[in-house]
């Protein structure tokens, strides 16, 4: 009996061996191989020349494989809202391919304005769908550079002045992009928080400022999203280009931080063949090469890490293991995603796409003013509306610079405030100004024609004249993607809206119709009639599903939920940047870069607002319903405790309005003595919780040590200082609902 058991046993051991697959060939094509393993073996096939090649373009938006051993080309595309369209091998131009029309997806800073993780998880996997399904393995994007002013023209791409929020925000971003084996490229690493000459100018950060403001946010995407690729930016920190600034790459990311993946450059990044080699950069894209004229047959090979970094390894001047830690990231990259196992096919422009483009547009909407319930609209059968405005109606996916897109179709807030009142109120559309009648970027058209040769005057008494008889006017302008505005290369001139907006504004105002003001835009803008308006919404650049995402707020299919992921202030004198230092920086005897002095600090956004008892117009953190929450009390699982124990923050949230909603619970901590001059409070939790009408739940948080730390920089680590610490339970940074205190021992 025993021996038939053992017979059997062995049978079915033999069977079970026969049926597995063996895998012949190379650890490297094995796919159930180690990651690790694949790389070391596919390292010790490759030729010096390939492994060089793999370092740098070989088009505008690939970098090589190995053709001799089947390991493909990685291909890039912008980034970070859509699937940018095909451009020509070696040029910016459009390749004019017909099948490249994607979903354009809300612009970031509508995304942080959802403080929503779970649509930032949804955002990142439909993204990473469409960039599958049009065959790339690098998404550039997403940015998380910090709104330290107004007037970047980049604000608009990044999630908003708040290091907490942009982490909590770019983790879920950056797995749900990366589930489908596409990595995504976070940037721009780092301190890159204006356009004005960025590619000439020295950010001079002290390190505590540049640990709590300007790196959480990088450092949460590596270390908790696992992000596979970085993209250094362009200007310098500390005297280096960060793309290849050594202490930014080796020192902080590669080692503190044990980022396993590749630093890509950002297009035209990398400037020195020796920094290229030995600060950091793995992967060159968008040297700006003399063409060919350099003497070498591809402008590719006059790239730094190209025939300059060739010549060095062949006749000894550089080393070989940097060349070998530089190539082994991008084999892990090309593992991850070209290479990767089970990797599906994605998808395109699909139905799920543009819902989750809306519902984004939606949720990142944010109320800031609705005086005597103006919204949502309530017209009466057979109304009229009067809507105003340029942004009304300029499709405005095209445009911006390295994120403009070509999408199928785009959504105006005309078209979709049509749609929902067709058949019962009159929508109907004045100019009110003209701003931007440009319809095209890098040759994609909107095939719109915006020109109008009406004055401004003319404009302002037409818009006037048709609010006769109207029972709601909604202004709709704000910024757009032009040049000076919410704009890659380029930084605003002023924060006030532009084309004498203001005026058309007042004008509308003083007809005593109730009136709507939505501004769209990817900063902050100024509003000196704000209190004119019944009603103000901030909307943002929301992609494909743009005008049926705010409308769906305007008309209370939704209740909007979105907040401010960035200060509004009354003017720019208000804020932080007093000098030319600060910003746009100045140009110093001796210095052959521009320097920019980052003199305020850790004060930035609401923390300097804050520090300085400045109110602003609309604080961090603000937006309303159409319903109100009430707070309890804020408690804690303990009143004292060592640095490290854990606390948990509980707030009993409840709807005590007549619609269901969804409340942002913002947990702030405040310091109440400290040896160094900290913020009055900082955002260290958040939660979005949606609730019936009249419901109440509990809300916990747990807050770690990072929750009351400050960044010594002498002893380079972080402090939680023994005293007594408030935490604050808001619904905005300047509407704290309840408090409690704890003590650190
Ligand atoms: C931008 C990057 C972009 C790259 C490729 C650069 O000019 O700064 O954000 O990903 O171009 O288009």
Redesign the pocket.
Known sequence: MKYRFVVLLCSAALLAAACKPVSRGPVYLNLDADIEDRVEDALSRMTLEEKVAVLHAQSK?SSPGVPRLGIPEIW?T??PHGI?PEVLWDKWEQAGWTNDSCTAFPALSCLAATWDRELALLFGRSIGQEARYRGKDVL??P?VNICRTPLNGRNF?YMGEDPYLAGAMVVPYVKGVQENGVAA?V??FAVNNQEWD?TSTNSVVDDRTMYEIYLPAFKAAVMQGGAWAI?G??NLYNGHFNCHNSHLLNDILKGEWGFDGAVIS????ARDDEEAITGGLDIE??TWTDGLSGGASNAYDNYHLAAPYLARLRDGRTDMETLDAKVRRVLRLNFRTAMARDRHFGNFCTPEHDAAGRKIAAEGTVLLKNDGGVLPLDIPEGGKILVVGENAVKKQVVGG???SLKTRFESTPLDALMEAFAGKADVVWERGYVGDISNSYNRVSTGQDLSDPRSPGQLIADAVAAADGADCIIFVGGLNKSKHQDN??TDREQITLPYGQDKVIEALAGTGCKLVVVNISGSPVAMPWADCAGAIVQGWYGGSQSGRGLVDVLTGVVNPSGRLPFTVPFALEDGPLKTERQYPGISEEGKKWKQEYYDEGVFIGYRWFDAQGIAPQFAFGHGLSYTTFEYGDVELSRSSLRAGTPLKVSVTVRNTGGRDGAEVVQIYVADKEASVARPPKELKAFGKVFLKAGESRKVSFTLDADAFSWFDAGAHAWVAEPGEFEILAGSSSADIRSAATVKLL
Do not use: N, V
């Open positions: 938006f890039h912008d980034g940018r550039l994007g940015g791409e490229c940037k721009h960025r993209m930016s362009y950002d297009w035209g990044g894209m968008g610079g390295s994120s890659e290369g």
